[in-house]
């Protein structure tokens, strides 16, 4: 078993910035991937980006140059920094982490955390 825990989410104006925090407890030798999705009101939770054990990164075209992931493996923690802030940007922002204990892969969510951008 893996727990997440979200902290950093706020209200910003748009152009600021933010950075989100993910700490991971529990069995986290079998984690592979931790990352980042959002969700907004009446939309499904969509991803924002990801990054593996050993740092490969993977983001959504929509946050492309301005958000950037960033793994600490030695405090099982994953952070993502937003700037350039947009309020399309507003969601709850969930953490995620993927693990695999072959041949079984299991995915494990914070309570997410809230991040508003005013315009």
């Known amino acids: 078993q893996v727990q997440v825990v979200e902290s950093g989410g706020g209200l910003v104006q748009a152009g600021g910035s933010l950075r989100l925090s993910c700490a991971a407890s529990?069995?986290?030798?079998?984690?592979?991937?931790m990352g980042w999705y959002r969700q907004a009101p009446g939309k499904q939770r969509t991803l924002v980006a990801t990054i593996t054990h050993g740092g490969s990164t993977n983001y959504a075209d929509s946050v492309k140059g301005r958000f950037t992931i960033s793994r600490d493996n030695a405090k099982n923690t994953v952070y993502l920094q937003m700037n350039s802030l947009k309020p399309e940007d507003t969601s709850v922002y969930y953490c995620n982490a993927e693990t695999t204990s072959w041949p079984t892969t299991k995915n494990y969510w914070g309570q997410g955390t809230q991040v508003t951008v005013s315009s």
């Open positions: 529990g069995s986290t030798f079998s984690i592979v991937t």
